[in-house]
């Protein structure tokens, strides 16, 4: 396999990383031990690269903290809080929801109502009961299912947004007389649980499936999906709800952030989340690694393109989390699962060779990659893995619009003017 002369613009040598740091080599070293930069080996050579975003962000940083930039502007891009929130932290652990850890509230089977009412509330109830939907109206089903292909041609978080907002227009009326702290997580709940019917349309039903009374939701979007209902599916899908939850200032919750600042209804908000959920860094990244898995066939394949890919210097489906730069603590415990509780060859197959890809290029797996391996494991369609997030996600945005409308903060950023030429080179640069 032949070797790139030069790094390519994902990544940078340690010369140009310390170039663009005006740094010494040991503190690009420092850099990296805390985490800060991302480093990965150079197959087939003892050279070292840099991930250039990680730079990028470092230097940023250092430019703000001199006065030479805007310090929100580092911010805004995996960079220092600036939110206050009780809800999520992220630790090198992974996600702590109101100081639990996710992982650890998947790993013992936690439903997905209890996992939502802890966001909700800050209240551990581990025998939360099974949520009661009320049924569909006629009108919402026939919108749905009039959809019906056209949810295989788009992002289906785009066509769940259409709903969202369809089922908040059919709604208000009947809630308009409640107090807003009365009527908010039940009608999350009832959002939810009319999601979790939509997810029929990623099916090969390419139709609204209402939930069935007394369903825990990782049922009901198993049925949805079109899975078979065995207990460890069932098993599996509720720990890939317990795990996405929620995830701090991702792009959808900083959407209904900003959305219930201005005063947007609850349904508008999730609706505006869906939306900023449905491009390519998100929602697009499940489809990717879809295909990757489709595309490599076996093992042999996977890593002879992930190996390659590596070699050339760009992205690996699947690798490479800014927040986790020792590795995304999710996908450790996904991997696990798989061993666990679902040993079957194929996905063993995907967990040998993430630990070669690990172990040849230094980069480490994203919880994306082994939830894809789940989904298909269990016969589910191609969106199912970003139907599942999207249902879990919303507890999540639930929390944090309420969240946002107890500060009474108004979410309005300045922007920092910058001659176009600049500015366009800016955007560019800081993709992620």
């Known amino acids: 396999m032949s070797q790139p002369s030069r790094p390519t613009a994902n990544y940078l040598s340690a010369a140009e990383a310390t170039r663009l740091l005006g740094v010494k080599l040991q503190t690009l070293y420092a850099y990296v031990s805390r985490g800060l930069i991302r480093s990965t080996n150079r197959v087939g050579r003892k050279e070292r690269l840099y991930l250039r975003e990680d730079v990028e962000r470092v230097h940023a940083r250092a430019q703000a903290r001199a ?131 939509c997810c029929g349309l990623a099916s090969a039903a390419q139709r609204f499936v209402p939930p069935r009374g007394g369903d825990r939701i990782a049922a009901g979007v198993l049925r949805a999906l079109g899975g078979a209902a065995t207990d460890t599916n069932v098993a599996t899908v509720s720990a890939l709800l317990a795990l996405l939850a929620d995830h701090e200032l991702a792009p959808g919750t900083l959407s209904v952030r900003v959305a219930a600042s201005g005063g947007a209804t609850l349904h508008g908000c999730i609706a505006a989340a869906l939306c900023a959920s449905a491009g390519l860094v998100v929602a697009h990244r499940f489809d990717e690694i879809y295909d990757f898995l489709e595309r490599g066939g076996e093992r042999a394949g996977w890593v002879r393109e992930a190996v390659q890919r590596h070699a050339q210097g760009t992205p690996m489906p699947g690798f490479g989390h800014p927040l986790y730069p020792q590795g995304d603590p999710r996908g450790t415990m996904l991997l696990a699962f798989i061993r666990e509780q679902r040993p079957d060859p194929g996905l063993l197959a995907v967990c040998d060779f993430i630990e070669e890809v690990e172990q040849v290029t230094g980069q480490r797996v994203r919880h994306e990659l082994p939830m894809v391996a789940l989904t298909r494991a269990m016969g589910l369609p191609r969106p199912a893995a970003s139907a599942i997030f999207l249902v879990s996600r919303t507890a999540g945005w639930v929390a944090h619009i309420q969240e946002q409308r107890a500060s009474g903060q108004l979410l309005r950023p300045r922007a920092r003017y910058t001659p176009a030429g600049d500015a366009a080179a800016g955007a560019f640069n800081n993709q992620s």
């Open 67 to 197: 006065g030479h930039g805007a310090v929100a502007a580092d911010a805004m891009n995996h960079g220092q809080p600036i939110i206050p929130t009780a809800i999520t932290e992220i630790t090198p652990e992974g996600p702590r929801y109101r100081g639990r850890l996710a992982t650890e509230l998947a790993s013992e089977g936690a439903s997905f109502e209890a996992v939502a009412q802890l966001l909700w509330s800050g209240a551990w109830q581990p025998e939360a009961p099974a949520w009661q939907v009320q049924p569909a109206a006629g009108e919402f089903v026939a919108l749905v299912d009039g959809f019906g292909a056209m949810a295989q041609r788009n992002p289906v978080l785009e066509v769940f947004a259409v709903a969202v907002l369809h089922l908040g227009l059919q709604r208000r009326a009947e809630a308009a007389g409640l107090p807003l702290e009365t009527r908010i997580f039940e009608e999350a709940r009832q959002i939810i649980g009319h999601l979790v019917g």
